[in-house]
Each structure stands twice: as C-alpha cells, then as structure tokens.
C-alpha cells in the first residue's frame, strides 16, 4: 500500500522544525516506530532539503511544498519543491567550513537522490530511503 502526505510551509527557518515534526507524524501515523531507521533517516533529510529552499531559494518566493509518500515495504520517498530553476549540487567542503555538507549527508542517508524540473514551476529535490538500510 502506497500513502502520501504533501503540505506546503511558509519559507522562514522555523518551518524547517515543522516539516521534520509533519514528516515524523505522518510516518508514524503509518505504522514506523520511533526508532525506525527509515523514520529517522526520512526526517533529516527533509531537514537538510528545506534548509535549502529556506537558505538558497528565490527571495521573491513565500513558500514551498513538501511531501513523504510511505511504500509498502517501509521505504520513504521524501520530494521537497520549490520554484527556484537551479539544481542543487555536491560541492566539496573544507574540514573547517560551517555550512555545505546537507547533501553529502542526503546522498549518505538516501538510496537515491535527484532533481526533477518542473519547468517554470521550479524544480523538486526528491531522496529515497530504503526501510532497515543504510
């Protein structure tokens, strides 16, 4: 069985707080338990995503989407959408440096990764972690 939750938060840093805590919710209302490897994994990667948008996204844009679509097998599907056309890259970083290591920490956690344009629309950042794995 296939479920899935979208919502849409305002772009301010204390939405991030709010997606993880709608992701962790809506995972959990779906029968993951707390210490579910895919529950756990799921949250910090909507986390690093919407700090994205909320740090890197168009200033011009008030808000963004996000959705958590629970497989039958347990896995996550996490999609975060915003309007902004440019697509995130890896980039190395420096022992020393503060920020720039979220999608490295997304590529670690998630099976798979990407980008999908939604033309004038902007594009979806969307990472798949697999249930138990890592």
Not at 16 to 34: N, Q
Request: hydrophobic fraction near 40%; proline fraction near 4%; aromatic fraction near 6%.
């Amino acid at each position: 069985m296939l479920r899935r939750n979208s919502f849409r938060l305002p772009r301010h840093p204390a939405s991030v707080g709010l997606a993880r805590r709608r992701v962790r919710d809506h995972l959990a209302d779906w029968g993951h338990g707390p210490e579910d490897r895919a529950l756990t994994d799921a949250v910090l990667v909507v986390s690093e995503l919407a700090t994205n948008v909320i740090r890197h996204g168009p200033l011009r844009e008030r808000e963004f989407e996000v959705a958590v679509t629970a497989l039958a097998d347990g896995s996550c599907l996490i999609e975060v959408s915003d309007e902004d056309r440019q697509e995130p890259r890896l980039r190395p970083v420096g022992e020393w440096e503060e920020h720039g290591r979220g999608l490295h920490l997304v590529e670690h956690l998630a099976t798979a990764w990407g980008v999908w344009g939604r033309g004038r629309h902007g594009k979806t950042v969307w990472a798949l972690v697999l249930a138990g794995a890592r």
